[in-house]
């Protein structure tokens, strides 16, 4: 294979139907950013609606913005439009809460839902609070009724039986950026009476997601990464229609009633997936993530999952075409099947040369113990960034510049 | 007692010492505000944070700003601030999630602290999010370690026995207004080995509370309505500190474990009051909530409480003075030690009548079945506001305004 070159690069960028899409974000000057997967760049038009929703809904309009200004329907309204991401029809997505708590919601029911049940299967690795939250669950309900059972991912299928009530993936692994092939675990699960909870936390708005035709049966996931819905925007959960129902999800609060405003003291749960909410939506929160979802209106997932790998093979290529970058160790499956919109690189300074990069303007971040982890993002990243970042990578690393001691001081957050 | 004048109000704005407090809220010119119980009005400070965290923490600074702009900080941070307002020394509570999702979490602990006992004690009438949560975890964990029992206010000290675990009860109700005598009830649920949980959504910036002192267990409560947090603010929880070595809260994220960033399989909790946390922060909303709370720093909860006593009486004396108004019943008790900072009057007509109210620019609420509820926010109400509104009510009262078709269309939000 011929060196990729930047001029083929800046050839790329001239082809590129997304490319519009950059001046829809605002993002500093100086840097390139790859962590889109941790907390997306921010769409501009979100300054103007917060401005809205403050001064003249809240500060003007009131409490009447429940109703005047819809407030009370943006759950539904926000759900919907990412349904249009992830492959769900009308009436099963709705945004609320966290990633967290909604999983909570969900693997409750599905466990109310298979009383004979008890195994909540994953795959080693999975993303720690999704671990967590059934942990948490296992310590309320009892071990008899709820335990965490994590093998390998080659071992799933044949870890389901009878016993195991729910399948809980995440699709794209947070550390290496694989790819499950969802649509063959759930019939396999299927196959053995188990129901599957989906977590997209690095999947929506990355790439294509077919929730109805996979025949998902719960998929949550979240607002900040992907779906650029700003630091801690709300997450969102999905409920196939033909489970709504029969399930009771126990955190019942006063949004997920049929009737809230009637304030009766027996709860009655919404017919659809509005049964999901608990408390009082967080309007202003929701709202940036709303206006927010309008950058995805005029482009198809296809097209980004093209450009996102379009992106990841380009900058893996230029990896390799340094020398100095073979202690450089890719996880990241190189077959497009198996990967989401990420990489990771081993490396035994992974921290430290994390934080160097970060100091030139490179923002990539650290996943414990040794991961070196790059997010692409399909709607704001050009090809030209990637020469440039690789550039910047290759010099830090053959000047060893990583090794000043500045670098190694640990950060809360990594 | 002399009639109350309009000059006798104005002398009393003119000597309220928090009368300087108004200029700091962004009001609408033409209305006059009683529903800041539902939604505080907006503090004018709000504008220039959010526009900080979106124009430049979160577009500028990215994913950097978890440590640069304290984003990991805030739940903590907020929760300090709150603390000072309802008698919590620090260390005790937490901002995060909804009122109902907390509930979730203290519910669980506390019957999970006496496995002995299952009922979960409540006021007849309380809040439905509340009852709606204890029923949600009874489905969850079955009635046998998890029942409601709603017994009317007066039967609350004898139905405190052995099989009741948790007494948790609204400081103030939402419809009547009424404030209950915790001290004394904790002391009497004490007594029984039973764990004492607090709503402090009508309490919290309303009124002095003094969780601390009063020995409370947990309590939680919302952002969004005394403390002026915007709609769907965070909520906040507390949890006495001689409680955090021996408590499992089910919700159990990552944010709560001791160590978010090692990415451990096992969830370890952390020490504090940070246990309660569950998945990433509401950055944008707790932001906002965080600059909204400003408004406290130099006022003391006692002056709030005696400007908010002052203007309920005066409120109460001019209905009083209009013969009109005869057909509206005061619900609320007139003693200072059973009343919170709302008046509540049923009326047959009650929710006509607020439409009309809301048409003429007196903000109130309504609340089912009859009952029209204003709520008195002493940082930005003023005592000529209540000569206005009471005159604007006797005129509808007494030419039937209300009857109007137009005020019977019910809206999704009362």
Redesign the interface.
């Known amino acids: 294979m011929a060196p990729l070159t930047l001029e083929q690069l800046q050839h790329y960028d001239q082809q590129d139907l997304l490319a519009h899409k950059r001046a829809e974000f605002?993002?500093?000057e100086q840097?390139i950013?790859f962590?889109g997967n941790?907390?997306g760049?921010?769409p501009s038009c979100?300054?103007q609606r917060?401005?809205d929703v403050?001064?003249r809904?809240?500060?003007?309009?009131?409490?009447?913005?429940?109703?005047s200004n819809q407030?009370?329907d943006l759950p539904l309204k926000v759900g919907e439009q990412i349904g249009r991401l992830i492959g769900a029809g009308s009436g099963q997505v709705i945004c609320c809460?966290?990633?967290?708590?909604n999983l909570?919601k969900v693997l409750?029911c599905a466990l109310?839902m298979q009383p004979e049940r008890s195994v909540v299967l994953t795959q080693?690795?999975n993303?720690?609070?999704d671990?967590?939250?059934v942990?948490?669950?296992s310590?309320?309900?009892g071990e008899k009724r709820c335990q965490l059972l994590?093998v390998p991912e080659h071992e799933l299928v044949q870890a389901l039986n009878s016993d195991v009530a729910v399948l809980m993936l995440t699709q794209v692994d947070f550390?290496s950026g694989r790819l499950l092939d969802i649509q063959r675990l759930t019939q396999s699960a299927h196959d053995q009476g188990v129901l599957v909870i989906l977590d997209l936390a690095h999947s929506a708005g990355a790439l294509p997601v077919e929730l109805d035709a996979w025949q998902v049966d719960f998929a949550v996931g979240?607002g900040?990464k992907y779906l650029n819905g700003?630091?801690?925007?709300?997450?969102f959960l999905y409920a196939a229609k033909r489970h709504h129902a029969q399930i009771?999800?126990?955190?019942?609060?006063?949004m997920?009633?049929k009737a809230?405003?009637?304030?009766?003291?027996?709860?009655q749960k919404s017919d659809g997936i509005e049964q999901f909410l608990?408390?009082?939506?967080?309007?202003?929160?929701?709202s940036?993530l709303d206006a927010a979802l309008g950058v995805f209106s005029d482009v198809s997932m296809q097209q980004i999952r093209e450009k996102s790998l379009g992106l990841t093979s380009c900058f893996h290529q230029l990896v390799q075409q340094q020398a100095a970058l073979a202690e450089l160790t890719l996880i990241t499956p190189l077959k497009p099947e198996q990967r989401g919109s990420q990489l990771a690189y081993q490396h035994p300074q992974a921290y430290a040369l994390c934080q160097a990069l970060?100091k030139r303007g490179v923002?990539a971040?650290f996943?414990?113990p040794d991961i070196l982890r790059l997010g692409f993002t399909p709607l704001y990243l050009r090809y030209v960034d990637l020469w440039h970042a690789v550039e910047i990578l290759t010099d830090i690393v053959a000047s060893q510049e990583y090794l000043k001691p500045e670098y190694a001081i640990k950060?809360?957050?990594?």
Chains 1, 2 share one sequence.
């Open positions: 605002t993002l500093p840097s950013y962590d941790s907390l760049a921010m979100v300054l917060t401005q403050l001064a809904q809240w500060s003007q309009d009131l409490i009447q913005s429940w109703n407030w009370i809460d966290s990633t967290s708590v909570f409750s109310l080693q690795g993303f720690p609070t671990l967590y939250m942990q948490g669950l310590t309320l309900v994590e550390r979240c900040y700003g630091p801690g925007a709300p997450a009771n999800q126990p955190l019942s609060g006063w997920g009633h809230p405003f009637s304030f009766s003291p027996q709860y608990t408390g009082t939506p967080a309007v202003i929160s929701m940036v970060i923002i971040d996943r414990a950060h809360k957050v990594t």
